[in-house]
């Protein structure tokens, strides 16, 4: 069975830091796997994917995800934090059955 | 404007009331999810529909019912709602032919049951 685990839910940052949010999978197959943003009051909107192409995924924002496989780990990265950033993340795992498994939450909170 | 919508954005109502949430789209799509978002716990997902004829229950279906009315329409029903259906809900849908399991969600339908 397919399962997210985001370690941490919360994490703060000051503005100019490094983000790093982590995400760990469990998949008996190779996944696909999706981090979400949620602002406040909002749906989820679709930051990045991995679907078995560049292991470095770009994304939106200024955003990237480095699929480790040997780690089974999907880490979000942004070098330098903005108070914009301040929102929920949500890492997602599917094994292309376009059904996501979510995690449960990262809460990132930017300080100035 | 939004190509995902959902109607009502908040909601209260009483335990015991029938209730039905809304789901619009604009894109295309032929696949349609509703899931519930509880703090603490991340998104779960309640029934989804690959098309028109084919809806599935999900993790979490237990107290709740849907509808495919057409391929841009999927509402949710809670027939006896009570307490801990206090929620925010949200519907996505998605492409299976071209986005890879992407899907695409609604703003939310806050849900408060007293």
């Known amino acids: 069975a397919q399962s997210v685990t985001q370690l941490g839910s919360h994490v703060s940052v000051s503005e100019g830091a490094l983000v790093l949010l982590r995400c760990n999978y469990s998949s008996s197959v190779p996944p696909y796997l999706f981090w979400y943003v949620q602002y406040p009051n909002q749906g989820l909107q679709l930051l990045l994917k991995?679907?078995?192409?560049?292991?470095l995924v770009k994304g939106i924002n200024g955003f990237e995800a480095e699929f480790k496989k040997s780690e089974t780990s999907f880490h979000l990265t942004k070098p330098s934090a903005h108070m914009s950033d301040a929102a929920e993340y949500f890492c997602a795992v599917s094994q292309g059955t376009d059904k996501l498994i979510f995690g449960t939450g990262t809460r990132l909170q930017v300080f100035p | 404007d939004a190509d995902v919508t959902q109607t009502p954005r908040n909601r209260i109502t009483k335990t015991g009331k029938r209730i039905m949430l809304e789901c619009s789209q604009t894109k295309g799509h032929d696949r349609m999810y509703w899931y519930r978002q509880d703090p603490g716990l991340g998104l779960r997902l309640i029934y989804y529909?690959?098309?028109?004829?084919?809806?599935n229950k999900g993790e979490i279906s237990d107290g709740y019912s849907v509808s495919r009315q057409a391929q841009a329409k999927f509402s949710l029903s809670l027939e006896s709602a009570i307490p801990n259906q206090t929620a925010l809900y949200f519907c996505?849908?998605?492409?299976?032919?071209?986005?890879?399991?992407?899907?695409?969600f609604g703003p939310g339908t806050r849900l408060t049951v007293l």
């Open positions: 991995y679907t078995s192409a560049a292991t």
């Open positions: 996505a849908t998605s492409d299976r032919v071209r986005n890879t399991d992407t899907q695409y």
């Open positions: 529909s690959f098309d028109v004829k084919d809806i």
